[in-house]
Antibody, heavy 118, light 112 residues
Framework: EGQLVESGGGLVQPGRSLRISCAASGFTSDDHGMHWVRQVPGKGLEWVSG????????GYADSVKGRFTISRDKAKNSLYLQMNSLRVEDTALYYC???????????WGQGTLVTVSP | DVVMTQSPLSLPVTLGQAASISCRSSQSVVFSDGNTYLNWFQQRPGQSPRRLIY???DRDSGVPDRFSGSGSGTDFTLEISRVEAEDVGIYYCMQGSHWPYTFGQGTKLEIK
């Protein structure tokens, strides 16, 4: 159906900040959630944060609560993740995902790599 | 949080044979609207995850009918009726009924 394109990843030192973005296009429904899911290379998938597009309600994994902030810009059809106080263990490929219907993560982007290293 | 437990974690299969992956949740994943938001994803090497199955047994568009999902409550299964070479990868279950969404550990399917 649609397309998700992440950007903004890179190399950052521990304790610093980074904002990653996800541009959405071609979707017919904006009623449900958009999410960030990360994957350490060679490891499994971890849900990081989500936002209900219409209401702006948000949720976070305990591992990032208080450090990461998810937001969206309806006019730009874009999703963001502001990551503060980054840690080495935040190093991962960050995927943007969209619910086409509730609870489904039907569509995924190609990911943007965040590397936290001294 | 709902813990999702998959088995087996490694699944060697002969081409043309059937394969089955189990996923169990630590609590019911029936949502308040009566739906069960249990999904299955395939991740081929070097690719993003791709959803195969949603709401336990509904196949996504373009997914071959050799993939099927079943189950209810806390026990779910993904079955591949005749494994093909293109099915190699890691399979994850995920519940979307409760936030945070949670994934199983992944099952690595390989060809014997």
């Amino acid at each position: 159906e649609g397309q998700l394109v992440e950007s903004g990843g890179g190399l950052v030192q521990p304790g610093r900040s980074l904002r990653i973005s996800c541009a959405a296009s071609g979707f017919t429904s904006d009623d449900h959630g958009m999410h960030w899911v990360r994957q350490v290379p060679g490891k499994g998938l971890e849900w990081v944060s989500g936002i209900i597009w219409n209401t702006g309600n948000t949720g976070y994994a305990d591992s990032v609560k208080g450090r990461f902030t998810i937001s969206r810009d309806k006019a730009k059809n874009s999703l963001y993740l502001q990551m503060n106080s980054l840690r080495v263990e935040d190093t991962a490929l960050y995927y943007c995902g969209k619910d086409i219907e509730p609870g489904g993560l039907a569509s995924w982007g190609q990911g943007t790599l965040v590397t936290v290293s001294p | 949080d709902v813990v999702m437990t998959q088995s087996p974690l490694s699944l060697p299969v002969t081409l043309g044979q059937a394969a089955s992956i189990s996923c169990r949740s630590s609590q019911s994943v029936v949502f308040s609207d009566g739906n069960t938001y249990l999904n299955w994803f395939q991740q081929r090497p070097g690719q993003s995850p791709r959803r195969l199955i949603y709401k336990v047994s509904d196949r996504d568009s373009g997914v071959p009918d050799r993939f099927s999902g079943s189950g209810s409550g806390t026990d779910f299964t993904l079955e591949i009726s005749r494994v093909e070479a293109e099915d190699v990868g890691i399979y994850y279950c995920m519940q979307g009924s409760h936030w945070p969404y949670t994934f199983g550990q992944g099952t690595k399917l390989e060809i014997k």
